[in-house]
């Protein structure tokens, strides 16, 4: 049994990388996606256009103004004349935010009534309306606290005083690039054993390999292991670039990882056989592998919470392996997590390993056709 | 066409598909261009249908130069590819749509032009259905009605016969006669199948990108006359007196037929030759020769300039031995597989015997495909009985399946590994290690010549040495039973006979063999056969069997095809009576 | 000329056939787009509701329950309560809170002493941007907390700042308001370039292309008959998602629908002038897949400004992303379906559009021969 199952990863490992095709698509796509997904996905602001329209103009207006201005987040690239100016500046995109100050705002700060600032923001992308509010607020209330302070004005009631915890300056990369190995992990899985199944049964290798003595366990093993060896190499790769590349710290165990890694692999290439067993030719597995990704991708917790999401489609999730799988994986990045803490995400990916792998088996069998 | 050469680039390799090729081809005849896969036909027809352009020499076609003017020849002429160029989700009437818009036929001629071509073609109820639900010769015949829409004056069929049964083939015949002496049509067709090409006005002979010959078929039978001729001698099997008759010097070519072998004789040699070898109880006697002999004889002279001994094949032994006592070894009883509604094969019985070769015939989609996979244990039965040497494979231990070898179809092996990794990958799948292996891999290379192929990518092997590779790698666990699907479709003809000669070798040594094939004439090389036709057994025997129950006085030397047809015929008209 | 129409009209009408017929056009035209709007429409949202927030109060009182007490009322928490700050962070530790707050047993005392007790507001920080959002919220609902307990007490407010938001276009900052007219981009991408790319592919696979070479023919005749039929399809499923976006996932569709047209048929035309190229270049339907994917599926999706905002990205990504036509087509989206017809948007990103529908298409041209080699 160990002779032929080795026979077949060698034959594997020699199909794909003796195959220009193939190479290709291991190596030039995900290279290609974590550039743009290290780079281009992130929810973080930065130098974010905006106009003020300072009705004021007075030296508590400026000294507002130099807030927003010296902040990395914000970028002031007008200063406006009218009020009608705003509205063709936030229409016309030029600017994410409008600062408005009241012609009465250091009038009432000088006689302690509340001076009004108003923050216009484009809706058009809430979620950078939202962040951008949040940012305008925090530099709002700094000012606020400073003015209070020079000017012996009370101490506020009570303080809010909020931390992140793992990931101190909520710096977004740190949460995209480790969700990435899980990402470009499955993508490689599903694509190297996915379509191997596929790509032997259009050329008719696979009829010659069922008529020897091999079994369905050989085959599916022989199948796997390449998958699981390559997954692993490119999930090093990558985890490799995140720390060095995108110096996203990886404070926790390594064991851990790999061994989320494995189960998750293993998993996904039980999916990825199940596609390829089901279809006829490599056109159809890949649009298999494609329908399948996709979701998988979305609702996993890759780019949006999953706790977002309508109560039914929560549950669909835990049918999905990359979400266990980015749990581990980002808590090994950002914490220190126990084996014993991960036990819940192991199980569920072994679960759905046996039962894909299992599937897989059958239908090879059932669908000799 | 005068010294047209194009290449291609696969890789850093540059493979010449066309090389010096110069001939001329005349209006108002039948031109056949013949040779086998791999010889460049494809390449030549698109080049002279302006879809390629040579890299060297010219083509002119009704005096117009085809690079420089496309448009032009291509309003003259009219081309069918290999795979029909229809639209298979697209109905008949769609499809014959498409070409007439293409071709710009008025809509007031279209429906007399219809009516006429599918007349023609035979398949005027069929006008509805989609292209892709029409069987093999359907497809080509309406191929064909597309391509006539608007009658051109030159016609391009490429490999317009392969995977047709030979009824609609010899319909497909007819018409081709019918537009070159009827309406005064050219026609210039690639084929693999030699005995095509005696039906053609002219030939081209094409082989390894070169011309080797042309002229008029009769022109190479008639270098051949006088040196054909069947040899019987009863004291051997056909098989063993094929090997004997093979090694004589003088000898061109021997090859089974039925149960004599056919002979043809190197120029100036005489019969004699064949009695100076004392082989008991010979009977030797004339027959006209055939086309193929003349390709042989050709590609044969060739070959022997290049080299002179021939190898590999063991020596015969002259034993007369019967196969008749062997026991069973395949065993079918009331075999029956359904997809669906749809029948594809319909309660078969046949058996095979140790140390027999058994052919399963019929055209594409009569159910011989679907009998074969059954048999390897690919496909579960739907009903009956089915054993191979006392075992079900479908449900038989994995070790079971360590005594047959299978050769698949197209001889699919892993195009993206060399020769040695794909050897050695299939003797680790049979079980073979440590010094065993590397001795059954090292035979393999010397046997089938393959050592010099080592460290190819067998994708870029020739057809013929990808055939051998997929025989050796079928071969490796020396089996006791050999499962052979279309084993020599596309091969040339040498290749085809070196690969009935291991064969035939095996065979004798007694090993079981089942093979599929659509080649009527390499029924001849089976003890026994059965023809197949949707689904159901339609004659089972010798080979002699089968063409002796069709003599007549008016055919009395009737061919495999000739008997097939009849088959097939009398099938049809039993069925309508009924 | 009468010839040419003949020809463009019977392959039109076969190309239409073909549609009609094969399941996979349909699944790539109207199956993947509607699941992709689902998935978007339902699955995807940046909005936090129902945040599982921990508290943690250490010496329960009055001021304490006025204050833990809005979190209960909020439609954006669900709050649990935890005995220990160690519970608590425990629970963030196994992503079963998204964070918690932590009012410490001397809050009360401090407060009553006029003391500034600190409140602690502790946050998974591993998906930073969620951590964001719900700092947001919490900042929010203290804010209100001190305004309230200091009009209640008839002290003054001690914030000398008031923030008045006003979020146009959006005020609801609904985050499926702007993800599925931005989808509308990535799903025209689909049957533009891929379904285009893999259709031609198809046909050189087939052989029938090689069939339809023979004929006179020409390459234009060719190029028409595949651009007129899937551009139909195209905005045939533009339409329906557009009316999916407006009537199941009520976007507000304020812009004016002839530009909306205008628009999409530039964009149309940019994206099947790349899926010409594309099946210029790929002769069989695997590799025009995967060219597809990655060449106009994935920057459609990334690169657009659909999900991430373009301005923060690094430079040399914001110049590539110029190259990006779903980029300038998801602006018109964003900007026709949310805030209205405004010029000074439309132009330049229509300008844009028409020239890269026009780079793509004489490309496509330029590199398609009637030649097999």
Redesign the interface.
């Known amino acids: 049994m160990l002779t032929r199952v080795f026979a077949l990863i060698i034959k594997e490992f020699l199909a794909i990388l003796r195959d220009k095709k193939s190479r290709m698509v291991l190596i030039g796509p995900p290279l290609l996606q974590l550039i743009v997904f290290g780079y281009a996905a992130s929810f973080d602001l930065n130098h974010v256009p905006f106009a003020v329209y300072d009705q004021d103009r007075s030296i508590a207006s400026r000294e507002l103004v130099a807030d927003f201005a010296g902040s990395p987040t914000f970028q002031k690239i007008a200063t406006l004349h009218s009020a009608a100016q705003i509205r063709d500046m936030i229409d016309s995109r030029k600017v994410k935010m409008v600062l408005d100050i009241d012609p009465r705002y250091s009038r009432d700060l000088l006689s302690n009534k509340p001076a009004p600032v108003q923050i216009i923001v484009d809706g058009r992308n809430s979620n950078t309306a939202l962040l951008v509010l949040g940012y305008a607020n925090a530099i709002i209330f700094s000012a606020s606290t400073g003015w209070n302070a020079r000017h012996g004005g009370a101490a506020p009631l009570a303080r809010l005083v909020p931390r992140a915890l793992y990931n101190p300056n909520l710096d977004s990369h740190w949460f995209i690039i480790p969700g990435i190995v899980a990402l470009l992990t499955q993508v490689i899985t599903l694509l190297v054993v996915g379509l191997s199944v596929a790509r032997e049964r259009e050329a008719g290798t696979f009829d010659q390999v069922l008529v020897t003595p091999m079994r369905p366990l050989d085959i599916l093993l022989g199948k796997s292991i390449p998958g699981l060896i390559i997954g692993l190499a490119e999930g090093s790769v990558i985890i490799l670039a995140a720390v060095f590349w995108f110096g996203v710290p990886l404070i926790g165990g390594l064991l851990q990882l790999y061994a989320g890694l494995a189960l998750f692999i293993v998993s996904v290439a039980g999916i990825g056989l199940m596609i390829s067993s089901i279809a006829a030719t490599q056109q159809q597995a890949l649009l298999g592998a494609f329908l399948f990704m996709v979701p998988a991708i979305i609702l996993s917790g890759f780019a949006t919470p999953i706790a977002n999401m309508p109560v039914l489609v929560q549950d669909l999730t835990l049918l999905n392996p990359m979400r266990y799988a980015l749990v581990v994986i980002r808590r090994c990045f950002l914490d220190q997590p126990s084996f014993a803490s991960l036990i819940p995400q192991y199980t569920a990916m072994a679960l759905l390993a046996v039962i894909s792998m299992t599937v897989a088996g059958w239908l090879f069998r059932k669908r000799a056709v | 066409m005068a010294g047209v050469t194009r290449r291609f680039h696969s890789g850093d390799r540059i493979v010449t598909a066309l090389e010096d090729v110069s001939a001329d081809v005349r209006a108002g005849k039948v031109t056949g261009l013949v040779g086998p896969d791999g010889a460049g036909k494809t390449t030549l027809m698109?080049l002279i249908?302006?879809?390629?352009?040579a890299d060297a020499g010219s083509i002119h076609v009704f005096g117009i130069n085809v690079s420089a003017d496309?448009?032009s020849v291509?309003?003259m002429?009219?081309?069918?590819?290999?795979?029909?160029?229809?639209?298979?989700?697209?109905s008949v009437r769609?499809n014959l749509?498409?070409?007439?818009?293409?071709?710009?036929l008025p809509m007031s001629d279209r429906a007399g032009r219809y009516d006429e071509l599918l007349h023609m073609m035979g398949m005027a109820p069929f006008i509805d259905r989609?292209a892709g639900k029409l069987s093999g010769g359907m497809k080509q015949k309406l191929g064909l009605a597309?391509t006539l829409i608007r009658p051109p004056q030159l016609l391009?069929l490429d490999e317009p016969t392969v995977g047709v049964d030979p009824v609609s083939r010899r319909e497909l015949w007819g018409i081709v006669d019918h537009l070159v002496h009827e309406q005064g049509m050219s026609v210039f067709l690639s084929t693999a199948y030699l005995d095509e090409a005696a039906r053609c006005d002219e030939v081209l002979l094409l082989h390894e990108s070169r011309v080797i010959g042309s002229g008029p078929p009769a022109k190479f039978t008639r270098e051949m006359e006088g040196r054909s001729f069947v040899v019987r001698a009863p004291e051997h099997t056909k098989r063993e007196l094929q090997a004997a008759l093979e090694e004589l010097n003088g000898v061109t070519d021997a090859v089974v037929q039925g149960d004599a072998v056919r002979l043809v004789l190197d120029a100036g040699v005489k019969a004699d030759v064949v009695e100076a070898a004392r082989i008991p109880d010979v009977d030797i006697r004339p027959v006209p020769p055939r086309f193929e002999d003349g390709f042989i004889d050709l590609l044969k002279g060739k070959e022997r300039a290049a080299r002179t001994a021939s190898s590999g094949t063991p020596a015969p032994r002259l034993t007369g031995r019967t196969t008749d006592a062997a026991p069973v070894v395949i065993d079918v009883a009331h075999l029956t597989k359904r997809f669906g509604d749809f029948t594809a094969v319909d309660d078969i019985s046949f058996n095979v015997k140790r140390g027999e070769i058994f052919g399963l015939l019929g055209a594409n989609g009569a159910g011989k495909s679907t009998t074969f996979?059954m048999l390897?244990?690919?496909?579960p039965a739907t009903d009956g009985r089915l054993q191979v040497d006392g075992r079900d494979?479908r449900v038989a231990a994995?070790?079971a399946?360590?005594k047959?070898g299978?050769m698949?179809?197209?001889f699919?092996?892993?195009?993206?590994?060399t020769v040695a990794?794909n050897l050695?990958?299939?003797?680790?799948?049979?079980?073979l290690?440590g010094a065993r292996r590397t001795e059954r891999i090292e035979w393999a290379l010397g046997e089938f010549e393959l050592a010099p192929w080592r460290n190819a990518?067998s994708r870029d092997l020739p057809l013929g040495y990808k055939q051998r590779m997929a025989l050796a790698?079928a071969l490796m666990h020396e089996p006791d039973v050999l499962?052979l699907d279309e084993p020599t479709s596309g091969v040339d003809p040498l290749a085809r006979r070196e690969f009935w000669r291991r064969i035939n070798a095996l065979a004798e040594g007694g090993v079981t063999v089942l093979v599929t094939t659509h080649f009527m004439d390499e029924a001849e090389y089976c003890d026994r056969l059965i023809i197949m036709a949707q689904g159901k057994i339609l004659a089972e025997g010798t080979s002699e069997e089968l063409k002796r129950a069709i003599r007549t006085d008016a055919r009395p030397n009737p061919s495999m095809e000739d008997a097939f047809i009849a088959l097939i015929t009398a099938d049809e008209a039993g069925k309508a009576a009924a | 000329m009468k010839g040419s129409m003949m020809r463009l009209r019977g392959l039109i009408r076969k190309e239409w056939l073909q549609i009609l017929r094969d399941p996979s056009s349909i699944a790539i035209a109207f199956v993947l787009p509607a699941i992709l709007l689902l998935l978007f429409g339902y699955g995807v949202s940046l909005d936090a509701r129902h945040v599982a927030l921990g508290l943690v109060t250490e010496n329960p009182g009055a001021a304490t329950a006025s204050f833990t007490a809005q979190f209960q009322r909020s439609p954006y928490f669900a709050p649990r309560t935890f005995l220990t700050e160690k519970a608590a962070r425990h629970a963030l530790a196994q992503e079963k809170i998204a964070g918690f707050i932590w009012l410490r047993g001397d809050f009360t005392r401090a407060l009553d002493a006029g003391k500034t007790p600190d409140i602690g507001l502790f946050l998974n920080g591993i998906d930073a941007n969620n951590a964001r959002i719900v700092e947001g919220y919490v900042q929010q609902s203290w804010a209100n907390w001190i305004a309230a307990r200091a009009a209640a007490n008839g002290i003054p407010d001690t914030s000398p700042l008031t923030v008045q938001p006003r979020i146009w276009f959006n005020p609801a900052v609904s985050s499926r308001d702007y993800l599925v007219p931005g989808l509308i981009a990535v799903i025209m991408t689909l049957t533009g370039a891929l379904l285009t790319a893999l259709v031609v592919a198809r046909e050189w696979e087939r052989g029938t292309m090689e069939a339809l070479m023979v004929t006179r023919v020409t390459m234009n005749e060719i190029m028409l008959s595949k651009l007129i039929p899937y551009f139909m399809l195209g905005l045939g499923g533009m339409a329906v998602t557009v009316l999916i976006a407006v009537f199941l996932f009520d976007v507000p569709l304020v812009g004016s629908i002839p530009m909306l047209l205008l628009a999409s048929a530039l964009f149309m035309l940019a994206s099947l002038g790349m899926g010409l190229l594309i099946s210029a270049v790929a002769k069989n339907q695997f590799v025009a897949g995967q060219i597809a994917i990655i060449a106009a599926f994935l920057p459609a999706f990334i690169l657009s400004g659909f999900v991430f905002d373009i301005s923060s990205m690094p430079a040399a990504i914001r110049v590539i992303t110029h190259a990006v036509a779903a980029r300038y087509f998801v602006a018109i989206l964003q900007t026709l379906f949310l805030a209205g017809t405004v010029r000074s948007v439309l132009l330049p990103n229509l300008l844009a559009l028409l020239a890269m529908a026009a780079f793509f298409l004489s490309a496509a041209r330029l590199v398609a021969r009637k030649r097999l080699d």
């Open positions: 698109r249908a302006g879809v390629l352009r496309p448009l291509q309003g002429i009219s081309y069918m590819p290999q795979r029909f160029g229809l639209y298979e989700d697209l769609e749509d498409l070409y007439a818009d293409l071709q710009a989609l597309c391009l996979r390897c244990g690919l496909l494979l994995a070790a399946r360590g047959l299978y698949a179809q197209k699919s092996l892993y195009g993206d590994l990794q050695r990958f299939f003797a680790a799948a049979y079980n290690i990518t790698c499962f």
